[in-house]
């Protein structure tokens, strides 16, 4: 190029398309890791936070003469744990017994007596009985009630049967039905809807609860589920949500 010549073109070899095309590959290549590695580090992190609790709350109440770490040069992760399973199933098998079950019935009798407290634990008994109990249908089964307003649909999960005591109130196929909130489903409301106003979804616990708690950034694919013997008419409303759903771009 002669020196009088202008210059109005940019001749630095560093600089192009390919050179921006291979950012926009690393930066692609970096988000793919975190997303891969994030939920997998957060999830061992927190695992380890429990057990590390765990064994810290089992060594205070363990004998140092029955610690093996007394002994060791080192500490044992997960003893701890393994300590309180055993506790407790020691504790289960001893109130499967008829001496056990006279104890827990004195205890609960006790209990029932003391204001407040009889509250609290009769609550927390019943949900866990229910969370727990293999042979529970509650909390099993996602659907969609038309709330808060019509044409507007949310998530919800039925907990069990209504069992009305007030006459005339309520349908004879009331449910219980509880309506989460976004992003933290432990609280929400309870609701007592007639079953042929819910719209059941082929979703599981686990994805409906998935859906919520990320506000829909987490989508599932709404599915109507296996009819259970209506056609006709109760079909086509139980499909009109969906179908109206699924139109939303």
């Known amino acids: 190029m002669k020196l009088n010549e202008p210059s109005g073109t940019n001749t630095d070899p560093v600089a192009g398309p390919g050179r921006t095309s291979r950012f926009v590959g690393l930066r692609g290549y970096l988000l793919a890791g975190i997303i891969v590695t994030a939920p997998i580090g957060i999830t061992l992190w927190l695992v380890w936070q429990v057990v590390d609790y765990v064994d810290r709350t089992a060594a205070a109440l363990l004998p140092a003469r029955y610690n093996p770490e007394t002994y060791l040069p ?18 289960g098998w001893f109130t499967a017994g008829f001496v056990g079950r006279s104890v827990m019935r004195l205890g609960e009798e006790l209990v029932g007596r003391t204001p407040v407290v009889r509250t609290i634990y009769g609550t ?116 009109r949500p969906i179908e109206q759903l699924q139109e939303v771009p």
């Open 74 to 91: 080192f500490s044992v992760p997960g003893l701890g744990l393994l300590v309180i399973l055993g506790l407790l199933t020691l504790i």
């Open 124 to 239: 927390l008994k019943q949900i866990f009985e229910t969370v727990l109990t293999s042979s529970s249908r509650s909390f099993r089964e996602v659907v969609l009630v038309e709330w808060p307003r019509r044409g507007c649909w949310s998530i919800g999960f039925v907990t069990g049967t209504t069992h009305w005591e007030i006459p005339g109130k309520g349908a004879p196929d009331m449910v219980n039905v509880f309506m989460p909130c976004t992003p933290n489903p432990t609280t929400g409301y309870l609701m007592f809807v007639s079953r042929t106003e819910l719209v059941p979804i082929a979703l599981t616990v686990e994805e409906g609860m998935r859906m919520v708690v990320s506000g829909g950034i987490v989508n599932m694919p709404l599915r109507e589920a296996e009819p259970r013997g209506s056609t006709g008419r109760e079909e086509a409303e139980r499909r």
